[in-house]
């Protein structure tokens, strides 16, 4: 279920399109086009009585409507799956979800970059985490692999939010920069101010009794990395991520195409 700008967009011309379709393409080189007859795109959410999981991917400001429209639209046993940024969202969808719904947090590791034409190009390397929840989660799991993802199901997904959410104070830097995120990180003073930012909330954490979990680096060590020189920075960077030059974080991307940014939710 998605929007007329994603309809319009896929119909839209860009370089690599054959026709009518989305572009989908990575980090590593991979291309793919996908045609627009193999895509089941609808504006209608009454699609979504038919569908035994939803992914919500909208952003953070749009949850409550979001969560409105799975409660009315969806099936009474559908299982909801929030790959949203942010903490909020998964209790956020519970507050309206039916009771014999089943609502799980969810988390996106790697960055995606939307182009003109429905050119989807995946800049940094990453996988999926899904909440784990006995006899929920593991078809969903299992589902992903199938499709390609790397995906891992967590009893600690709160906390991974959290880990994320320290990483993604990038993101304001970001948009502020107006400039992609490898060239801006090849700035040391950019990086100084993310590092600030980090160490804040881990300040808040600290003192919450949060205690935030990240896959490839400890939350606690991405001050001091960021803090290192450029030569040793990206020695250090290039073991914890693959990425490209075009890597442009959301907050960046959402200012580009004049949406409401996630500041309120990721800051």
Request: glycine share 6%.
């Amino acid at each position: 279920v998605g929007r007329q700008s994603l309809v319009d967009d896929i119909a839209a011309p860009c370089d690599g399109k054959s026709g009518n379709g989305m572009l989908l393409s990575s980090y590593q080189g991979e291309v793919q086009f996908m045609p627009a007859d193999r895509l089941n795109i609808t504006l209608s959410p009454d699609a979504l009585l038919a569908c035994d999981v939803i992914f919500v991917c909208t952003k953070s400001a749009q949850t409550e409507e979001a969560a409105e429209i799975i409660s009315r639209c969806a099936g009474p046993k559908a299982v909801i799956v929030s790959f949203q940024n942010g903490t909020a969202n998964p209790q956020v969808l519970r507050n309206s979800a039916k009771p014999t719904q089943q609502v799980l947090a969810g988390m996106v590791s790697f960055n995606v970059v939307w182009s003109k034409g429905a050119a989807f190009h995946m800049s940094i390397d990453g996988e999926l985490f899904v909440e784990d929840l006995l006899g929920v989660s593991d078809p969903i799991v299992e589902a992903l692999h199938q499709a390609g993802f790397c995906v891992e199901a967590r009893s600690d997904m709160m906390e991974v939010l959290y880990g994320k959410l320290a990483v993604n104070m990038i993101n304001a830097i970001n948009a502020l920069s107006g400039i992609p995120a490898v060239p801006m990180l090849n700035e040391r003073n950019y990086r100084l101010a993310w590092a600030a930012c980090v160490d804040e909330a881990l300040e808040v954490y600290r003192k919450s009794g949060i205690k935030p979990v990240n896959s490839k680096a400890p939350v606690a060590a991405l001050p001091y990395i960021l803090r290192l020189p450029n030569w040793v920075f990206w020695s250090v960077a290039k073991q914890l991520a693959s990425m490209d030059e075009s890597l442009k974080l959301s907050m960046l991307q959402d200012m580009e195409r004049g949406r409401p940014a996630e500041i309120d939710f990721i800051n």
